[in-house]
C-alpha cells in the first residue's frame, strides 16, 4: 500500500485524495490547520511546516511527498527531501516561490515576460517607475497568490500609495515592479512531466479573473495553432530547465498574438480544474502518476469544457446539476469573503452547446456578469 504525502491540506489536496483513490493510494496531509477540507478524507498531521518534529511525524508515515500549496519553506522542503522523495523537487519549488527567480529563469529560457525590476527599497521603486513607467504592479516577490500582495500604480503620483501599502514587506518577502500588460486574454498551459521525462499538456485554457481570483476557464481556448504550439514550447523548456516532476501550470498572458510568461504554479491548478471531466486524464491523476513513476495518462479532452469558481459560498447546485454536462465540486470549506468554495464544471460536445448550458445556469445563479465573456467568446 502506497501512501502520498501532500503539504497543505486544501482543495487541492482533496481533489487529488479523490483522483487517487482508484489507484489504491492512501493520503497523509499537513496543514497548520485542523479545519483544512482535505482533512475529510485524508488522515492530517496539524502542525506548522517549520516544525521538525511534525514534519518527522508527517514522514515517517508516507512514501512519497507533495504539495499542494507552493509557499512551504524552501528550508523544510529540502529537509523532507534529504529523508524521503519529494516531486516536484525543492529545487522546482523555490524558483516559483520567487516572482523573481521565475521571471529571471523565464528570460534565461527566451521566454518572454512584463519589463520588471527588483524592488528593495524606496529609491529602486523611483528608478524603476523612472524606467519601466506607468500603469505597472508593485507585488510582493514571495508568498503572494490570488492577487493578494499586489498594488496597481496607474500613474507616477500613486507612488507614495504603493510604498505605503507595501513598502514595509521590502524587507521580509521582497518587492518587485513589473509593467502593466494590456492583454487581450489571459492563457494557461497545464502540463506534467514524468520521472523519466515524458512530457504532455492539457489543451490550452483562456481564463478569466476578478479581482485577481481566477472566475472561469475555457478548454480548449479558442486560440490558433501557432500560439499553442509556443505554449508548450515554453512549458517544455521550463519542465526540462527544472526538471520538474509533476503538474504545473504556466500563466501566459497574449497580447496582440505574442505570449508574456506571468507565472509558474508548481502544482496542480484551478486552471485545470475542468480535467476533471472534461479530459481522459484529469491533471489531479496525472500528477499522482508522475510523482510515483506510473505511466502517465492521455490528456486529451472530450469536446468542450467550462469551469465556473464559486468564491465566498456556495450557489445553489440545482441548475448546474439539471445540466446533461454539469459537474458539481463543493470544497466542504466554510463560507468566507473571497474563499474559494467550490467550483462547476460544465462539458459539453460542440461550442454552441456549451454556450446554451453556461446562459441557462448564468440565468438561474444570478451570475451572468461571470458567465458573459465565455459566452462571448464562444461567439
Ligand atoms: P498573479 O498573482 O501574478 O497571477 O496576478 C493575478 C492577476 O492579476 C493576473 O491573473 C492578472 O489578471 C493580473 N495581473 C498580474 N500581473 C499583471 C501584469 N503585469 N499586467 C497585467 N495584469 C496583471
Same mark, same amino acid.
Given at each position: 500500500m502506497t501512501t502520498v504525502g501532500i503539504l497543505g491540506g486544501g482543495q487541492l489536496a482533496r481533489m487529488l485524495a479523490l483522483a487517487g483513490a482508484p489507484l489504491g493510494l492512501r493520503f497523509k496531509v499537513m496543514d497548520t490547520s485542523a479545519d483544512a477540507c482535505a482533512g475529510q478524507f485524508a488522515p492530517m498531521v496539524v502542525g506548522?511546516?517549520?516544525?521538525?518534529?511534525?514534519?518527522?511525524?508527517?514522514a515517517s508515515s508516507v512514501d512519497v511527498a507533495t504539495f499542494d500549496f507552493e509557499n512551504v519553506p524552501a528550508e523544510s522542503a529540502q529537509w523532507l527531501a534529504e529523508r524521503i522523495p519529494v516531486f516536484p523537487s525543492p529545487r522546482a519549488l523555490a524558483v516559483a516561490q520567487d516572482r523573481l527567480a521565475e521571471k529571471t529563469l523565464f528570460r534565461e529560457l527566451g521566454i518572454p515576460v512584463p519589463d520588471f525590476a527588483p524592488i528593495d527599497n524606496r529609491e529602486d521603486l523611483d528608478a524603476a517607475l523612472a524606467r519601466v513607467g506607468a500603469p505597472c504592479i508593485l507585488k510582493t #516577490?514571495?508568498?503572494?497568490?490570488?492577487?493578494?500582495?499586489?498594488f496597481r500604480i496607474r500613474s507616477l503620483a500613486d507612488a507614495d500609495a504603493a510604498w505605503a501599502a507595501l513598502g514595509e514587506q521590502a524587507a521580509t518577502v521582497g518587492l518587485i515592479l513589473e509593467g502593466f500588460v494590456a492583454f487581450d486574454r489571459e492563457l494557461s498551459v497545464v502540463a506534467v512531466r514524468g520521472r523519466d521525462g515524458e512530457f504532455r499538456t492539457w489543451p490550452l485554457t483562456e481564463n478569466w479573473h476578478v479581482d485577481g481570483v481566477l472566475s472561469a476557464s475555457l478548454a480548449p481556448a479558442l486560440a490558433d495553432d501557432v500560439l499553442?504550439?509556443?505554449?508548450?514550447?515554453y512549458a517544455r523548456a521550463l519542465a526540462d530547465a527544472l526538471d520538474y516532476v509533476g503538474v504545473f501550470a504556466l500563466e501566459l498572458f497574449s497580447r496582440d498574438g505574442e505570449l508574456l510568461a506571468n507565472e509558474l504554479a508548481p502544482r496542480v491548478h484551478n486552471s485545470g480544474h475542468w480535467s476533471i471531466e472534461g479530459s481522459e486524464t484529469s491533471q489531479f491523476q496525472n500528477h499522482l502518476r508522475a510523482v510515483l513513476g506510473l505511466p502517465l495518462g492521455d490528456t486529451r479532452m472530450v469536446g468542450h469544457a467550462c469551469m465556473l469558481n464559486w468564491i465566498g459560498a456556495m450557489p445553489d447546485a440545482g441548475p448546474v446539476l439539471a445540466e446533461p454536462g454539469g459537474h458539481w465540486h463543493d470544497y466542504g470549506k466554510s463560507p #468566507?469573503?473571497?474563499r474559494k468554495v467550490g467550483h462547476a464544471t460544465l462539458r459539453a460536445d460542440g461550442v454552441a452547446e456549451l454556450g446554451h448550458a453556461l446562459e441557462r445556469v448564468g440565468r438561474a445563479l444570478g451570475r451572468e456578469p461571470q458567465v458573459a465573456p465565455v459566452i462571448a467568446r464562444l461567439g
Open positions: 506548522d511546516y517549520r516544525d521538525d518534529a511534525a514534519l518527522a511525524e508527517f #516577490r514571495r508568498l503572494g497568490y490570488d492577487g493578494k500582495g499586489q499553442t504550439a509556443t505554449a508548450v514550447d #468566507r469573503e473571497g
